[in-house]
Each structure stands twice: as structure tokens, then as C-alpha cells.
């Protein structure tokens, strides 16, 4: 578009030279560009590429060290399963509350949660802990998205609270269990840290992992998780900050 320009007082002859183009100068109004290096062709903008990448909770890096991120706070239901360590889903709570979230932890061990809640307190970004079928209506909206927490054990049971708009649900399995094949069908992401070469074969089938990720997961690092989600598969390496290590400790798979 053509930028259009204001009148100017002046010499004859040399607009832009008046007190008015001073001002403008100085920041009051906007020149426009006034160069041919900064006009794009078609092609050129086709040619762009920016750093930028989908925003969400950082979790970790990735097998190139960029940030890895993870997307709770959606318009849309979202189903997370996770098997795997305590510590790992403490760390995603913890900072999901960082971005905002309320989050709801529905578990039969509050103690393990004890000293994350009272670190970051009851309400808006806070935490609160209730017991197994016992999560009350949350009122997500997009003003106040929620993650609920579902660290139910091996045999977790089908939630009252289920996952809606503004409103992820994260389900902690420390193991491979009989319910796992449904929860990995509706699931919409699945991560996985390091469980027996057996589990590794059955979570492959289910999940269509090839053989050398099957055969990495007995073996993943502490801290580590393959994430899959439809075609998609990151390993995450998850590192904690000072403040976290001095909540929660440093990385480990077993509880």
C-alpha cells in the first residue's frame, strides 16, 4: 500500500524540513518505509522463516537442545497419558501453574504432593489435592485454564472431571497396567520414560513405534520421556531449575 504523506510547512521545493516533520521524526507519527529494501516480492516472503515455535509449558529440550514445549492451556479437550515417574509430572504441574493454570490433583497419596501444594499455595496458579473421584466441577475458561492432575495408581478409574475446553488432563501411570491400551486409545499424546523391555514391546505395538525407539526405552535416562502424538515422536530430556530441585530433588524414574 501506498503510504500517503501529510503536509508539510516548508521551503518550496523541500517538504519535510518544517517543525511538523521534526515531530514526526521524534517519534510522533509513523514515516512508513521509504526504501526499496524493505519491500518484499511474493517469493521473497514465501522465502521467510522465523524463530518461532508453539507456545505451552517448557518440559524439557529435545535431541537438539531447543526447547521443548507442551500445550495444556487449549480451547479444545486434551487428553495426556504419562508413564512414568513422579517426579517428572510434579515438574509439568509446577510449571504449568507457572503459566497460569489452576491445577487439580486428584490422587490417593496427598502426602507426595504436600510440599509442592504448599509451595505454591490454593487458587488462581495454585494447586489443590483431592481424593480419587472426589474433583469437583472447576469452571475452566479461557480467563482460567486448568490442568487436572490423575495420579490414581495403576488401575486409575474412569474420572468424574474429564477433559473439556480450557481444561487438559494428565494421567500419571507408574507402569505398564491392564487399563493402559485404553488410555493410550484416547489419549491425544503419550509419553513414556524407561519401563521393562516387555512393557517397551507392548507400548510399541500399541502406540506403532518402530523397533529402535522399542528398543530404547529400557534404557532412557532419568528425566528422559519419549512423547508421541499420532505420527510424532521427541525424546525430552526435562532438567530442573534450582528453585525446583530444592522442591522436589533431582531427576528419577522410580517414586
Request: with cysteine; glycine share 14%; hydrophobic share 40%.
Amino acid at each position: 500500500m501506498a503510504a500517503s504523506t501529510p503536509p508539510v510547512a516548508g521551503a518550496p521545493g523541500e517538504p519535510g524540513r518544517g517543525p511538523f516533520a521534526s515531530a514526526l521524526r521524534s517519534g510522533f507519527g509513523l514515516m512508513g518505509p521509504r526504501h526499496g529494501k524493505h519491500v518484499l516480492t511474493a517469493d521473497q516472503v514465501d522465502a521467510l522463516t522465523l524463530p518461532i515455535g508453539d507456545d505451552g509449558v517448557v518440559i524439557g529440550a529435545d535431541a537438539q537442545g531447543r526447547p521443548a514445549t507442551l500445550g495444556v492451556n487449549r480451547p479444545t479437550p486434551y487428553d495426556i497419558l504419562f508413564i512414568g515417574g513422579l517426579w517428572t509430572a510434579q515438574i509439568i504441574a509446577f510449571r504449568a501453574a507457572a503459566t497460569g493454570a489452576r491445577v487439580a490433583v486428584e490422587t490417593g497419596r496427598a502426602e507426595a504432593w504436600g510440599q509442592l501444594v504448599r509451595a505454591l499455595g490454593v487458587g488462581p496458579s495454585g494447586m489443590a489435592v483431592h481424593d480419587v473421584g472426589r474433583v469437583p466441577p472447576l469452571g475452566a475458561s479461557a480467563g482460567s485454564p486448568v490442568l487436572v492432575v490423575r495420579d490414581c495408581g495403576m488401575r486409575p478409574p474412569r474420572g468424574r472431571v474429564v477433559a473439556g475446553p480450557w481444561q487438559s488432563v494428565l494421567t500419571v501411570l507408574p507402569y505398564l497396567s491392564p487399563v493402559a491400551p485404553r488410555l493410550i486409545r484416547q489419549a491425544r499424546l503419550v509419553g513414556v520414560q524407561r519401563v521393562s523391555p516387555d512393557e517397551a514391546t507392548q507400548i510399541g505395538r500399541s502406540l506403532g513405534l518402530p523397533g529402535g525407539d522399542v528398543d530404547s526405552l529400557p534404557t532412557l535416562a532419568d528425566g528422559v520421556t519419549l512423547w508421541c502424538a499420532d505420527r510424532d515422536r521427541q525424546y525430552v530430556m526435562t532438567q530442573a531449575t534450582d528453585a525446583e530441585t530444592g522442591l522436589l530433588g533431582t531427576a528419577r524414574r522410580m517414586d
